[in-house]
Structure formats: C-alpha cells, structure tokens
C-alpha cells in the first residue's frame, strides 16, 4: 500500500503507527496510509519560518511569481498522473479532476503573472505618502510589509490541488512561507504535487506538507504567524477559539458553510437566454464535482408561476446525467469523496426529505460498491419560513427550489435567511429589479453574478472561483476572504505607517509622493 | 448625584439599583452612578440597525460627512465644559483633557472632510472592472458596500471624548450606526457628549449609548454586526471566544497592550537636535495623560555608550514634572484614572522594581487623596533577556530603559521580544542602520516613526494617534487595525465582486471601467 510522507524540515517524514488509512471512493477499499503521529512540528515551523521565510522575503515580487510559474507548470506537465490519482482517491470523473487539477495550476500561473506585474521590490507602497504637520518634509507612508511567520493553511477534501495551490500562490507572492495541510481522506493527489515540486527543486523550507492530522499544530503557532483554513464552520470556531490563536492574536481566515442561492427573476420568460443561463448554472453546481462544491447552488429561488415549468426543465436535464465508471464519458456524476461525506449528505437528505413539500430522485440506482448518492432535487413553498432549507448545506448533488413572490424585497429577505454566503446568482433583465436583488444581497455576500441574456453564453457559471475576484463571504460562510488578485495578499502581509523625513524615507522605501 | 443615563432606542433609560459608582479621581469619592440593569440591549441592537442603518444607507458620504462636521462642532462649542468634567471625573489636567476633547472633535472633522471627498454615492467602487471571460462585455467589479448590521463599540477608560469620536466617525462614514459602550470608571464625558449631541438632533438610531455594564450585549448580536474593542488583551480574548461572535463569525477588532519602544541610534550624540527630539518623545509619553496611553513609550533602548547621559537628562528633565493641584499650570502630570488602575500600576512597578538594575522615583510625594502614581524610570542591563519588561504593560508614568549594543540586529530582536505593538520609534542619522531598524520592526507594528535631524522639530511625538495614518498592531497589540483616513472604513464594509454584463453594472453601480 502507498504510504504518504510529510514534507517537514526539508525531509520527506513519517508519523508512527497507528496509521490513517485513506480509501478509494469507488471501491471503499485502502489505497494508502498515513502517520504524523510523533512528528516535531515545532520543529517543521521553526523551519519554514527561519529558513523559508528570509529566503522568500529576499526574493522580488517578480522572482516570487516566477517559482509560482514553475510549481503550475510542474502540475499541468504532470496532469494525466495527477487526475489519474484523482480518480483513484477521490472517485472524480476526468471532468471534475480536471477541474481542480488546473484550477491550481491556473491559480499558480495568474498569480506569477502579478508578481511579474508587482515588479522588482519586496514589499509595496500602500498610496501616496502624507504631511503630516506644517512642514511638507515631515511625512507619513503606509507600507504592506510580509509577515515574519509561516502561513498554516488547512484545506478541505474536495479540491486536494486547487485548494493547496490558491492559498499557496497567494501567501508566497506575498513573501510568506507555507505549511499545506491537506485534508487526510484526500491527500493523496497533494502530496504527489509537493513530490514533484521536490523532484524539481524548491527553495529550502519554502513549502512544507503535513499529509494527516493536524495533531499538536496549532500549539506551535507563533505571533506573526497566520492560518487559513478551509472546511466546516464547526471546525473554523475550533480553530478561531484555540488558546493559542486567542493569546498571539494570530489572524485566521476561514471559508466555512455557505447555502448559495440562484434566484429567478419574474420577468425571465422559460426558454428564454437568461432562462437557458439560469438552468446551466443550477444543474452545473448540482453534477460537477458531485454537488461538492464550497459554492454550488443549494437554494433556487423561482418565482410561484413558473415553478412548475422550471421543476420539469431541472428534473430534464438532470435526467442526462449518469453515475457508473468514471473512467467512461457518459458518467458525469461522481461518487462523494468519502464515506463520512455520503453518511452526513444522506442525514441532510433526511432533513429535507421532510422539509420538502415536493421532492424528485434520480431514478438510476447508485453503482455499488463506492460512496454514491443519487442527485435530489426538492422543493419549498414556506419561502423564508422553510425550515433547514436555509439552515444547512448538504453538501452533494442536492439542490432545493424555494417558491417566492418575485418580489426583489422577498428575494434578498430569503436569500439572506441563509446567514451570509460566498456566491449567489440573479437571473434577470429587469434592470430595476436586479439592481435592487444585487444591492440587497451585496452585504450577504463575497461574490454574486448577474445572469443576462446580453451574457448568457459568457463566463463559468457563479460555482467558479476565479483568481482575480475575491473568494470568501460575511456570518456562516466563514468571515473570510482569499484570492481577489492583489487584495488576497493583504490577508499575509502586515501593514505600517511609516511616519518621518520624506527624503530619508524615499530613500530606503522607493519613491514617497510629497 | 448625577445620573447617568443610556440613550437606547432613541430614550434616555436608566437599568435598576444596585448602581455602578463613578468617583473623582481626585477625591476619591463618588461623583455620578448609572446602571444598564434590566434594560433591553437586543431591543437597542435592533433599534439601531432597523432605523439608524437604512437611514444611514440612504445618506451619501458627503452627507454622512456632514453629520461627522457637526459632531465635531459641537464637542468644540462645549470644549470648557467637557474639559471641567474631565478633570472632575478622571483628574485629567487642562492639557491632557484637551488632548481627548480636541482628539474627538478633530478626528470627526478629518472624516467629515474624507466624507466630501468621497462623494455623492452611497458606496465605493474597489478598482476597476476586469474582463472574466474572453468577450470583453462579461466583467467583474469590486465594491465595498455598508454591512447592514450595528458597529458596537466597546472603549477604554483613558479618553472618553476621543475613543468614542474616532470609531465612531469611521463607522458612520462607512454607513454603519453605532452603539458606544464607554468604560463606566470614566463615562461622565462620553455621556454628556451624547446629550449635546441629542439635543441638538441626530438622525434616530444613527447613535446609541450604553452607559454602564455591556451585560448581556454581546448575546444579541446579529451575523451583519461588527465589534471594535479598545482595552485589555484579556477582555479582548473574551470577547473574541463569545460564542455567538464565533457562531456567526463576527468581525472583531482589537486594539490591545502594546510595549511601545523607542530607540535611540548608535551614531547620535548627546545634545544633538535628534537626541533632543528623543528625549522630547520619551519624557511627553511618560508624562502626558500619567503615562495612560496606549501608545507611550514603555521601552527606551540606549546603547550601553550613552546610556548613563541619557538617564542624567531623562532624570533632569523628570523633575521638572510635577503632581498637585490639576486646575494649576504648573502641574503636568495628572493622577491616574481610577483606584484599580493605581492598583495595577503599583503592582507592575514592584515587578519592574524587582526586575531592574537600577531605578528613579519622582522626589515630590504624591497628593493625598486621589489615585497618584508618582513617574518612574527603570533600567535594565539585560537586553532581550531581561524579566517582566517585554512582557507586561504598566500603564503609568513608568518607563523602563533598556541598554543595547548599538546593532540594528540587536535593536530589532529585543523590540520584537515585545510580542507586537502598536508603534515604536527609532532615532537616528545614519541611513543604513535607520532602514534596518525600521524595516526589521515594521512586520511587528501598526505604525512607526523615524526621529532625526531634519525633521526633529516636527510632528507630535509617537504617541499621538492621527486619523490619516492606521492605529493598531499585530499580536499582542490585537491584531486590529482603526483610522487611516479611508482604510478605516474597510472594517464596516463588505468587499463584493460582482460579475455581470458590463453595461447592465455601469448602470447600477456606476462607472465601470472595462
């Protein structure tokens, strides 16, 4: 059985036993196992931190976005064995490997291109410099300077690559070194990425890996340290409130539950462009990735009097779509990742089940063995009263349609319900009433899209996290934000004003404006 | 005896006996008592965010700055009468009362002007527009727009007017109502500004007050609300562990203890216009407010070559200090604020006491009654290893010097030991190792400053805040970041990216750019 290593201290290390076994999700059964158990941790940040972070620091924005380069280079020349090992571990069809196997090397290539951009410092001027009393030589400029520690970041089991790769690109453009710890059930694609990274050279205590649990981590924090992590609310508010966290005040980014919603508008006619855009993006988020996206649509609001033309056109479509052997084209849904992930999604199914006023399951029984579920498709006419629709994400092909007047007022009050998200989509091309929808939900929000008929074969549907627009959302979605292009660097760097002689300061800081 | 009351909900309320006593620092004895017994703080919560926000919303950044221009005026036209109840209430001095008043009523007036500058709209563009897809018509915009929810602002004891004035313009600026909760020891001033501001009208639920105990506040917060605290690192922690702060991830920003640092540079001599500078900042912080500033200088590092001439001078210049009567000119240092913190201090002065290699205390002996605390000067022989100094704020008039070998690395390495602050200042000719010190201290600071020749009549010290510039530190400091001009205002904002036809985002959000 292949045995996973951490990557610590410039070694390829294992934990002792008792080992994690990590399974296949098409066969259930082991297909690798991992230890940190025992692992010095301290040890592993100590090491990025002094030998990682002055090597990093000493690099210019444009050498930082070369190595990113280098690293997305490394994953798509190694593409075909990277999704090959997606298969294996995580049960993804080719499409939904591909998804996250270049949506890290995408991410590492647009954050090279901004270092080249950034240019040749190390650090950034933030605006113009300030007087600050009579005299116009006494002054004060703000400056993004990195921070002195490592950045943890934990990531989910859905997106093994993507999720190291975005969070990483980031953090080291902004001149601060990483410890990727992947989730253990899916680790398996990460740690091959950091192997061949290794294979190819990386600079000394830059990237470090911890392939299983967590362990003591966190205990070894230090104050200029961050962590970004990726995954449920429950073990966000775990990290959030560690001692450690609490005592250095240590900056925590989380990505956390987000129950996204797709609202109709009552002017789109069914058929039309914008209905067309509506029901990609819907059935999109239902199927890829098996339904396990941070931001796929799991509430669909659909105003009263076309419900049941839009119930029939999902319940179409949604038809097309076929489990079986992921290695054959015409299987588009994949199993869940692990058997926990189909335990929790059938609990959720459950819920709503007896929520739902109407419900619809895919008639193709489920492949054994493998941890499938069907695609579930429900329906609430209780709008904002719906109880657990609004509650909480089950996080697998399951989608609910949520009757609603088709008034924008309705429309933001119930998406709203859903406590802050990271993405939500409007389909309209009543400019008065999409403005006030975009408006009223913006705040609920880190990202929305407006589908219309004049874009309605544009873009990747609002499940698509892309580099250069922030990724994040306010309340159950986590209270963070990453990427966003430059703006993600901020999340790693500290920022100072530096008040004193302009000429003095020009000349150790660059140019100063007067 | 006066009353205090809370202005919740639109009404002046009192909560029910037992009451808080408020004393005279000077006296001793009681001088006001307020309660928030039994009042209904979710009622107020909602109150502010059901009227005051959408007030507030509808109000574009040249009216809100208008309402700030106002506030400000007013504090100003009661300047005489504000600065009385200062000394009556915390013994401030003319001068260090002044330094609060005139602190509020000029930050109000700076983000009035911000206001103005910001325009008409109601919410800012972040950047401009940029391209998702290959047709140049599907785009993505940033904005910031105002959180829907209250900004509850929790402050500290040491400046009633100007605590509450610089959050409070930040938050109304951004569109977001507030809710002050003044430490009670010292209310007296932060309650009458209200009622000034009351009586001459204010927008319903724009402002609300809380003049007491926060109770059971924090359990009614809402996932659009934000928390902004001023004090201790501990009730920092207790509020960032809350748990429905966690549960609904709620933004929280702390502005905590701070070991502040000055350091003096090998190359300057004694007498020299820049050592003059640097005795000025140093004897200002451990005298101005008794020393009760976040940001004055607990640490003065001293190659050990002047060490001796700089304690002459820091002795000399002492002396010329003195406690008494707080209406008289002549006295420069007021008591501190309340009987608890004189406790504190004296403990942390036998701490220091314990620690130190040698040590001065203030010849005259302090007035009776009243809370005094008679200025101290420490030193310390043991650079980064010295006991107690790097760790713990005394906040008095208390200092401690710190010898040093006269290296940037040394300089850098015994600050950092400080765990991260909100400013420190460097002084210094000598260009190479001013750019060493100061780009060392930067990752663990808010803000710095970089005394010398040239600028050495300049400016107000290192210890007074100045809204253009951001106020806040990293890791002991509490991580949060307050003021700097529009900066500040990202705190009560949700970033957004919307992703849309770009003629249909033009038309609601204004220009885009493609």
Same mark, same amino acid.
């Given at each position: 059985m292949r045995q996973l290593k951490s990557y610590l201290g410039g070694q390829w290390v294992s934990g002792e036993a008792p080992m994690s076994t990590i399974t296949s999700a098409v066969t259930g059964e082991a297909i690798a196992e991992t230890s940190t158990r025992g692992l010095d941790l301290g040890a592993a940040l100590a090491h990025a931190r002094d030998v990682g972070g002055p090597t990093l620091r000493a690099m210019s924005f444009v050498e930082r976005g070369e190595l990113l380069k280098r690293l997305g280079k490394i994953i798509h020349a190694n593409r075909d064995e990277l999704i090959a090992l997606s298969a294996e571990n995580s049960g993804n069809t080719r499409g939904d490997a591909k998804f996250d196997v270049d949506g890290a090397s995408g991410t590492l290539a647009y954050y090279g291109s901004l270092g080249k951009r950034l240019g040749e410092g190390t650090f950034l001027l933030d605006g113009p410099s300030e007087p600050i009393? $009579?005299?116009? $030589?006494f002054v004060g400029q703000h400056v993004f300077v990195p921070r002195r520690g490592v950045a943890v970041h934990i990531n989910a089991f859905n997106f093994p690559a993507w999720g190291m790769g975005e969070k990483m690109a980031v953090s080291l453009l902004a001149g601060v070194p990483v410890l990727e710890k992947p989730a253990t059930a899916t680790a398996v694609v990460t740690a091959r990425v950091v192997e061949l990274w290794d294979e190819a050279g990386i600079p000394a205590g830059v990237i470090s890996l911890l392939a299983g649990s967590a362990g003591d981590l966190l205990d070894h924090l230090g104050a200029q340290d961050v962590v970004a992590f990726t995954g449920s609310g429950d073990t966000g508010r775990i990290i959030k409130s560690h001692p450690r966290v609490l005592a250095l005040n240590i900056p925590v980014n989380i990505e956390a539950d987000s129950l996204n919603a797709a609202v109709l508008g009552p002017d789109v006619e069914v058929g039309s462009d914008t209905f067309q855009m509506f029901l990609n993006d819907v059935i999109r988020d239902m199927t890829q990735k098996a339904g396990q996206k941070c931001t796929a649509i799991r509430r669909v609001l659909v105003p009263e009097s076309s419900v049941d033309a839009v119930w029939e056109e999902m319940v179409e479509r949604l038809q097309t779509h076929a489990m079986g052997d992921i290695s054959e084209r015409s299987t588009t849904v994949s199993p869940l990742s692990t058997a926990s992930q189909q335990r929790d999604i059938l609990g959720g199914i459950a819920e709503l089940e007896a929520a739902a006023d109407a419900s619809w399951t895919h008639p193709q029984p489920c492949p054994e063995p493998g941890f499938w579920v069907a695609p579930r498709l429900f329906r609430t006419d209780k709008g904002i009263d719906a109880p657990f629709v609004h509650e909480h994400e089950v996080f697998g092909p399951v989608s609910t349609v949520v009757t609603y007047s088709g008034s924008a007022d309705d429309a933001v009050a119930i998406v709203a319900k859903g406590g802050g998200g990271l993405v939500s989509s409007i389909y309209s091309d009543d400019r008065t009433w999409g403005a006030e929808v975009l408006l009223g939900l913006a705040p609920w929000h880190g990202r929305l899209q407006w589908g219309s008929k004049k874009v309605y074969d544009q873009g990747v549907g609002p499940g698509t996290v892309l580099p250069g627009f922030v990724h994040g959302g306010p309340g159950k979605a986590g209270g963070g934000e990453e990427l966003g292009g430059v703006r993600g660097l901020r999340f790693y760097w500290q920022r100072t004003a530096i008040q004193g002689d302009r000429a003095l300061l020009e000349k150790i800081l660059g140019k100063v404006e007067a």
């Open positions: 009393g $009579r005299a116009p $030589r």
